[in-house]
C-alpha cells in the first residue's frame, strides 16, 4: 500500500494543502483564501488572525483528503511552512489581540503581525544602534519585519502585566505548536528571524542592551527555547493531538515535521510587488535535490549530499530569492545568514535576491507603446505575448544577420532596479526600511540604486520592444551572475542554478542566466509546487524518524527530497565564442554602471549641499 503525506504551505493571502505520495507523485491540492487586516489611518499595520489562518488550514486539508479518496490511516506525516510572521498568544494559547488601541494585550482574534508590517520602525532602530553580535548573522542590519523588533514593539505598548503573560511565535512555529501541543520551535524560525545563534543560544546582554530583559529572566519561555529547538522536519511532540486531528480530518498521533520559513511575499491587492520574496525555505526542500535529464534523455545519478553546496536554488517570481547551504558559515556582504542549522544539523544557510526580476519584465513590456499590439498580435496567432516577442527576437536575428540575440542588442544595456519612487507613490510610504528593502537586495545592498538604460533610439515599434525585452532579461542574467560570482568569491562553491517558480517556464531567460553565468540551470517538472511539496517532504521525515528509521538527520533529509523530488530539465550552457564576448563585454559594462551611478549620485549630492552651506 502506498504512503501518503501532506504538505501545507500559508502565504500571504491563502493557505494551501497537497497531499503527494511518498515518491513525491502529487495526488491532490486545496487553497483557502486567509484574511489580512489594514488600518486606514496607518498604512504600516497588516494583521491576520490564527484561528482564520488554522481554519483555513483545516479546510484545505480535508478538501485534499476528500478529493482523493484516501483513507486518513494512509497519512503518514505532515509538515508546514509559512511566512515569518509573528502569531501572539498567552501560555495556554488563547489568541492575544496586538492591534494598538484599548484592546491590545486582551484576548482577540487579530493576533499576528504580518511579516509586512512595518510599526516597529523604531524599534528597529534602536536593535540596530547597539551594533551587536547578532546582526552579523543579518547582514549587519535587522529588518523591522523581523519578530524581535515587532516583539519590542509591543513589549512598548503593552501593558506590563498583559506583555508578561504573552508567548510569541513565528507562524510555522505557532502551527505545530497548534498541532501538537508542543511549544518547540524550529531552528529555522529563531536562527533567521529570532536572533538565536545555534551552538551559542541567546545572546543576554542583546536583549537586555534593547529593552527585552523580561526575555532573558524568564529564562526565554516566552519565545520558546527554553522547551528546545528542532531541525527542519524533525517529529515535533507526540503528533496531531486528538483535537487537531478532528479539526484537520486526519489521526490522532500524525506525526508532525518541525517547519521552516515561506515568507511569501506578494499578494495582488493587499501588498505590493515592492515587498521581497525572502527566504523560501521549503522551495529549497522542494527543489535542490533534483535530479535532471540530460540533452542525450538520461537520468543524472542521485545527488550526494554534499552536491548541495555547489547547487543554489533560485525561488524566482515577481522578484528572486537564492539560497545556498554550505557545510561551514561564509559571510557574504549584502547576503542575510549565515544561519547555522536553519535546515539541517552541521551545515549553514545564505540568502541573496533580486528585489524585480518577474515584476521587471512585466513593467518592461506592459509600458512600452507597441504592448497593444503586441496583444493583438497575440491574440490573432493565439500565443502568448513572450512567444510573440520571442519570435521577432529569432526574425530580427535572421533579418541583421548577426549570430546570436546578444548581438541583436549589443548597442543597448540595462542597469536592473527600476523599482524606486514609483513603489512610494503607490505605497505612500516613505519609511527607511521600505527604501532599505525595495532598493538593490544583493549584493551590494544600496537602497538608492536605480534603473538606467544606454542606447535609446526613436523607435516606438514592437521591434524595439522585442530588443527592450531582450535586454531586460540580459540585465536579470547578468544581476544574477553578481549574486553567484560575490557568493563563490567568499567562499561558496556554486556551480549549477535550480530554479522555481514561475520564471523557471521562461526559456529564453534560463539559456540568458545559463550562457551569463557560465553553469548550468536546471528547471522543475513543476513551477509551482516545489513550496507545499518542501513541506510534504518535511511530514515524511517527521513520520520516518518517529519510528527510528533516517538516522542522521542531514543525510536523512536530504535522501527523502532526492526521492521525493520529480527530475528536472537541464539547460546547458550554449553560446559560441562570439557571444562569450559579448556577455562578458556587458558584465563589464554593468559592473561599471554601478561604479557611474554611485559617482554621479555624490555628484549631485556635493552640489545641493554646496549650496544649502
Known sequence: MPEYYVGVDVGTGSARAALVQGDGTPVASSTHDT????????????????????????????????????DPSDIKGLGFDATCSLAVTDMAGNPICISGGEHLG????????????????????????????????????????????????????????????CQFFDLP????????????????SLTCKCSYVPGVGWDGAFFEKVGLGELVSSGYAQIGASSGVLTAGEPVGHGLTKTAADELGLVQGTPVGSGVIDAYGWTPGALHEAYLSLARYAGWIG???????????????????????????????????????????VFVS??????????????????????????????????????AGLLKIAGEENLDPHEVLNKKLDELVQLEGVLSRTELTKDLHMYPDLHGEVHFRKLRCHD????????????????????????????????????????????????????????????HAIRSIFVSGGQSKNVGLMQLVANTC?????????????????????GRFAAEASKGG????????????????????????????REKKLLEAKYSIFREAIEIQKRWRKQMEDAVSSQEG
Open 35 to 70: 484574511p489580512t487586516w489594514r488600518d486606514e489611518g496607518d498604512h504600516r499595520i497588516f494583521e491576520q488572525s490564527t484561528g482564520a489562518t488554522w481554519a483555513a488550514i483545516c479546510s484545505a486539508v480535508k478538501g485534499v483528503v476528500a478529493d482523493s479518496k484516501i
Open 106 to 165: 486582551l484576548e482577540g482574534e487579530r493576533n499576528i503581525i504580518l511579516w509586512a508590517d512595518h510599526r516597529a520602525e523604531k524599534e528597529a532602530e534602536l536593535i540596530n544602534s547597539t551594533g551587536s553580535g547578532v546582526l552579523d548573522y543579518v547582514g549587519g542590519v535587522m529588518s523591522l519585519e523581523m519578530e524581535i523588533p515587532k516583539i519590542l514593539w509591543l513589549k512598548n505598548h503593552m501593558k506590563p502585566e498583559h506583555f508578561s503573560r
Open 173 to 188: 512555529d505557532y502551527l505545530t505548536y497548534r498541532a501538537t501541543g508542543s511549544v518547540v520551535r524550529s531552528c529555522c
Open 287 to 329: 527543489t535542490v535535490g533534483a535530479r535532471y535529464k540530460g540533452e542525450d534523455g538520461c537520468l543524472s545519478p542521485p545527488p550526494k549530499i554534499g552536491e548541495s553546496s555547489h547547487r543554489v536554488a533560485a525561488v524566482a517570481g515577481t522578484s528572486t530569492c537564492y539560497l545556498v547551504q554550505s557545510p561551514r558559515g
Open 334 to 371: 549584502g547576503v542575510w545568514g549565515p544561519y547555522r542549522n536553519a535546515i539541517m544539523p552541521g551545515y549553514w544557510m545564505n540568502e541573496g535576491g533580486q528585489s524585480s526580476t518577474g515584476q521587471l519584465i512585466q513593467f518592461i513590456t506592459t509600458t512600452h507603446p507597441a504592448y
Open 432 to 491: 527607511a526600511e521600505l527604501r532599505r528593502l525595495i532598493g538593490n537586495r544583493s549584493p551590494i545592498a544600496d537602497p538608492r540604486m536605480r534603473g538606467s538604460v544606454v542606447g535609446l533610439t526613436l523607435d516606438d515599434t514592437i521591434n524595439d520592444l522585442a530588443r527592450k525585452y531582450n535586454v531586460t532579461m540580459e540585465a536579470i542574467a547578468l544581476q544574477t551572475k553578481h549574486i553567484v560570482d560575490e557568493m563563490n568569491d567568499k567562499g
Open 518 to 538: 557560465n553553469m548550468p540551470v536546471v528547471t522543475p517538472d513543476s513551477s509551482s509546487t516545489a513550496v507545499v511539496s518542501g513541506a510534504a517532504m518535511l
Open 550 to 577: 533516517r538516522e542522521g538527520n542531514g543525510k536523512a533529509l536530504w535522501d527523502i527530497m532526492v526521492e521525493m523530488t520529480a527530475p528536472g530539465t537541464v539547460i546547458s550552457v550554449s553560446l559560441n565564442s
